[in-house]
Structures are given as C-alpha cells and as structure tokens.
C-alpha cells in the first residue's frame, strides 16, 4: 500500500529547498576527495534519485547503504569530502538526508566554501572504491588547497536518524558570495544518504557576446522556478535542468486532475474541451528577448499535455514574494495579477517528441523577467528551453532569489 510522503508536508518545506540542486551528478556535481569510503562510497551523496534500503544485502566490507558511509573512526580526527559544484552559485540551504541510516548516521556536520578561477581548480585525480580511504598522495595533494581555511558557511549542526519523519536535516544558509566548491565535515564518522545543496547560479555574463542567443531560462545560466500548481511526480524545476532527461522522472509531471470530464471531447480545431489546466512560473536568469522555444515531451508517451501555453512579464522579486504569500493547497504561488502577455500561443503538443517554435509563430517580442508554462489538461513535460538574446543593461545585475 502506498504511503503519503509524511516525513515532510509541503508547507513545512523550506522555501530554499525548491531553489536547484546545484550539486547533483546531473548537472555536473563531482566528489574531488574523500577521507573514507569504507562501507558506501561518497558518490552517492549526489544521486538525484530517493534512497533505499536492501534488506540482507552485505558487500565485503559490511552492510550495503545507499549514500555515503565511512568506518567507524579508531584514530584522531573525523572524516570530510570535498565537493564542486556542478554549477557555481550562491547557496540559499542544505538538506542532510539521512534515510535508512538509523543507527549509523552521521550526528554532526558542517560546510565550509570556496570560490576558485578555473585556472586554480586543479584537483588531484581521485579513485573511487568501497572499503578504501584516501591514500598518503591523495592527502598531500589536497593539502596544497588548504580546505580548512576555507569560509565556514554552515556551522557545526547536529542530525537526526534516517526515519521517516526525521531523516531530512534542513538548514538555511546566509551567505550571498558565490561558491565553486564545498567541503563537508562528518564529526566524527557515520553516514548521510544524500546531500542536496539549494541555490541559484551565478553565471559570469562578461565572457558572453552580446549578440549571442543564449537559454536564458536554464539552470546554468541563474534561471530558477518561482511557483506551480502540482509537482505530484516531479518537480517543475526540472524543466531548466542540463542536457536532455533521462526518464519521466527527470521532468514535470502533475497528478491527473480530478476534475477531468467523464468523456472527453475536442474543438475544431483537435484541442480537447477542458477547463482544467496546470503552470509553473520562472524567473529569467537574466532579462532578455525571447526568440525561439523547445518543448520537450520526451519520455512521457502516454502522459503527454494535450496543448501548451506560454507567456511572459515583467515582474519583481517582492512580485515574488507577495505571489508567495497567497499559496493555497499543492499551488506555490498565485500569479494571475502579474500582467501577462502571451508569448507563445496554445500549440498542440505530442508525445516524446521535441517541439520547436520560432518566428511567426512566437508574439510580444519584448523583454521579459519571467515566464509562464500552462499545460492542458495535465501530464508532463521533459525540458523547456527559452533561447533568445540577453538584455545588456540587465547583465550586471544578476539578483539571487530570497524563496
């Protein structure tokens, strides 16, 4: 029988964690260096997808964990890894998930960052094995990089078991710089299932031509989700995410409406008749004109949308804030003040296919700080891209969101 997600409702949720993930293997997060990585290797901290538990599964060096597990310590210090940032940014939280260990977590933790040029981030290369440490070369090349110096953005903070209702260990964070890499510190040993760390890019708009056509709504360039209707399978903000989708699951996807007509029916012109609709709403990474569109619905073949609309404005973060404030129900968000113009009208979309549109079929070539995705009646969508030329005068000012 299936469970509600009861370790955490929705309202209690922290506002940072619909922030990105900034760390996930999918958009290039990578584990530099680790002290120990006995029983589970740190890699996992990394995987987007849930934990889980094998029950009976041994490996040679103990009990199989999804996550990260160093042995426990019988000489002096504690154990720590140093993590970059698939996209550098500032960090708005973290979430220590701690799922299924039990016994065996992690009771204390702290994050300390740095922000490196490209030219200084010359890692040692690191080998990756279960029952294994970090071996005498390993720790003198990481030595020259003075990791515990680095700035303290989370002080040391205790966790709780990986139960249910307790193994999602949030904390905010209150630094506004820019970070490339993080090192996380165990106090002293145990294990921690994922790590998520919540934030927004910060790209350097200096390196890109002005007359270059950018993705200004993707992940990478500090395009983040403001608000949605229902992420009942997977969250809207994955629509922004680097690279095609791997599955359903790396996409939006809404539950089926309840609302749904008992037999559907469709206009002349192939739409079905249906009032029934879900949006996401997102913040530009930097103002700018939008010139050609991609919807893609690949993977979702029998759970497509049956059409889509999207349309643009101009809006501000206390905007965001006041929508914010009026959230009701699965909805983050209340938008319908915002002024709206349509940008791209209702197209009829099909399944596992990327759709474009460009020219003609796009209206209000203006600049825009925010866009609405609408889809009819339900389903899911893989990726949203937004390509169209930067604003110059916007370039400089890049604000970080506060959700």
């Known amino acids: 029988m299936a469970q509600r997600p009861a370790s955490l409702a929705q309202s209690a ?8 993930d900034l760390i996930s293997n999918k958009c290039g997060g990578e584990i530099l260096f680790a002290t120990d990585d006995w029983f589970a290797v740190a890699e996992n901290l990394l995987q987007t997808t849930d934990p889980e538990f094998k029950v009976g599964l041994y490996t040679p060096y103990g009990k199989w964990m999804d996550g990260w597990e160093t042995r426990r310590k019988r000489e002096a210090g504690h154990d720590w890894c140093v993590i970059q940032l698939g996209i550098p940014g500032v960090i708005k939280g973290f979430d220590f998930d701690t799922s299924f260990f039990t016994g065996n977590y992690t009771p204390k933790v702290s994050v300390q960052a ?11 290369q690191r080998s990756v094995a279960m029952g294994t440490k970090a071996s005498a070369e390993e720790w003198k090349a990481i030595g020259e990089f003075k990791t515990e110096a680095w700035e303290e953005i989370l002080g ?18 209150t630094s506004d710089k820019r970070w490339t890499h993080i090192r996380v510190n165990m106090y002293p040993d145990g294990g921690i299932a994922r790590l998520h760390v919540f934030g927004q890019a910060v790209p350097d708009w200096s390196k890109e031509p002005p007359n270059k056509m950018i993705d200004l709504v993707a992940m990478g360039n500090g395009g983040i989700c403001v608000g949605y209707s229902d992420v009942h399978f997977g969250h809207a903000r994955n ?4 690279g095609l989708s791997d599955s ?109 549109f460009r020219g003609k079929q796009l209206e209000n070539l ?20 937004l390509f169209g030329f930067l604003n110059p005068q916007q370039t400089t000012a890049n604000p970080v969101s506060n959700l």
């Open 156 to 173: 040391i903070v205790a966790l709780k078991p990986g139960y249910q209702d307790t193994c999602h260990n949030y904390f905010p964070c």
């Open 248 to 356: 359903m699951s790396d996409g939006w996807e809404t539950a089926r409406r309840m609302d749904r007509p008992d037999v559907y029916e469709v206009n002349t012109d192939g739409y079905l008749i249906t009032a029934g609709k879900e949006w996401c709403v997102f913040r530009l990474g930097c103002p700018g004109t939008i010139k050609e569109i991609e919807i893609d619905t690949s993977h979702f073949k029998g759970n497509f949308p049956d059409s889509c609309t999207i349309e643009g404005c101009v809006a501000t973060e206390m905007d965001e804030i006041r929508a914010k404030s009026k959230s009701s129900g699965k909805a983050v968000g209340c938008f319908e003040d915002w002024g709206w113009k349509t940008l791209l009208p209702t197209k009829k979309l099909s399944a596992h296919r990327r759709h474009r």
């Open 239 to 242: 629509l922004i995410s680097p």
């Open 114 to 124: 740095v922000c490196f040029n490209d030219e200084m981030s010359e890692f040692p």
């Open 13 to 20: 949720r922290p506002d940072f964690a619909e922030l990105n």
């Open 366 to 385: 203006v600049d825009m700080t925010h866009v609405r995705l609408t889809i009819r009646p339900d389903g899911g969508v893989s990726r949203m891209r």
